[in-house]
């Protein structure tokens, strides 16, 4: 994610499954099931459906934040076969275990979000409509970036031994 302010916010209303798990462990298991073209006028975990100790709950909304500096990542996603949003869900102390922390359309950001162990990140099909909007702004403000290897500087041995010699080691 950029420190610039986004250009384009993308409202998606996010879809979260509640699996019976089969563990002496956990009762259940939670992950992000999909993601809904705008933010639907439902209130957060309501109930979509139930069925055979399966839940699908309407959890809450997000926005899915568009960068210019991100253009070549989000092609790629569209270019991937299988456009995604990568879902975050944060652990909540609240009625409900979890929060709808963020939703992306930049498969390096929805990665890092993997870093802090607690949250859920899954991937789920892009809605059609929203592949639509990011493919215009992906057109409207993609500038290719030609891609300039440096050269590594060789190293000078004679340099290394002063360096050596000045600190006392020898």
Do not use: C
């Not at 809450?60 to 790629?76: N, P």
């Not at 922390?101 to 899954?122: C, H, I």
């Amino acid at each position: 994610m950029s420190a610039a302010l986004p250009i384009l916010r993308i409202p998606v209303g996010i879809v979260v499954e509640r699996r019976k798990a089969d563990s002496p462990w956990v009762d259940f298991i939670w992950r992000s099931a999909a993601a809904l073209p705008d933010e639907p006028d439902t209130e957060a975990w309501t109930i979509l459906r139930e069925q055979e100790g399966t839940t699908l709950f309407y959890a809450g909304s997000a926005t899915v934040d568009l960068y210019v500096s991100e253009t070549a990542r989000y092609r790629d996603n569209l270019a991937s076969g299988i456009p995604s949003i990568w879902v975050v869900l944060s652990p909540s102390e609240g009625a409900w275990p979890y929060t709808v922390a963020a939703a992306t359309a930049d498969p390096a950001e929805g990665e890092g979000f993997t870093e802090a162990a607690d949250n859920l990140v899954e991937a789920v099909p892009m809605p059609e409509v929203v592949r639509e909007v990011i493919e215009s702004f992906i057109a409207e403000h993609h500038v290719e970036r030609e891609f300039v290897k440096r050269e590594r500087r060789r190293a000078d041995p004679e340099a290394l031994a002063r360096r050596q010699h000045e600190s006392g080691q020898e």
